[in-house]
């Protein structure tokens, strides 16, 4: 199996915005007034991460198996259906959330906040109208199954 990641770095432009075949996108936008773009993406069992400067290389890119990546399920509460997951790398954490807003025609929003440790040093939003997400019943829950891990609601967290 190919690497989500390599593919990133292979592309530049706004190709690397779109996730390649057979890949589903998690969440994809643009940020910052069209400026930058994040890109998600599964892949069977990886799950990839892509930030930069649109038209150019991917300033990062995180490719992980699915078990790595940390992800919190919408309780079934609120006037939003939200989730958000969760990259890991060398001390950095970069939480990607989505959220619709559960009347007719509900707004999807969407975005990146970037942790080093429990310190907050970025949060972007993603740009109005921008967000593309796999919707409620994000596969990465599904994936993280398949892969053998369960959801505690109690503890909200992986085992």
């Known amino acids: 199996m190919f690497r989500l990641a390599a593919l990133f770095v292979l592309l530049s432009g706004a190709a690397w915005a779109q996730c390649p075949d057979p890949a589903q996108t998690l969440v994809s936008c643009t940020l910052k007034g069209g400026a930058k773009q994040l890109a998600t993406c599964l892949d069977d069992t990886r799950v990839s991460y892509a930030f930069g400067a649109v038209g150019r290389a991917p300033e990062l890119v995180l490719d992980h198996s699915v078990r790595d990546v940390d992800m919190r399920p919408w309780p079934g509460v609120g006037s939003s259906i939200w989730e958000e997951f969760t990259f890991y790398s060398k001390g950095f954490s970069y939480v990607v ?12 929003s969407g975005g990146v906040t970037v942790m080093m440790g429990e310190q907050e040093l970025a949060h972007l939003r993603c740009d109005p109208g921008s967000v593309v997400s796999a919707g409620y019943g994000l596969p990465l829950f599904e994936a993280k199954e398949r892969a053998g891990q369960t959801y505690s609601i109690e503890t909200h967290s992986w085992n």
Request: hydrophobic share 25%.
């Open 97 to 108: 959330h989505y959220a619709v807003e559960r009347t007719p025609g509900g707004q999807v």
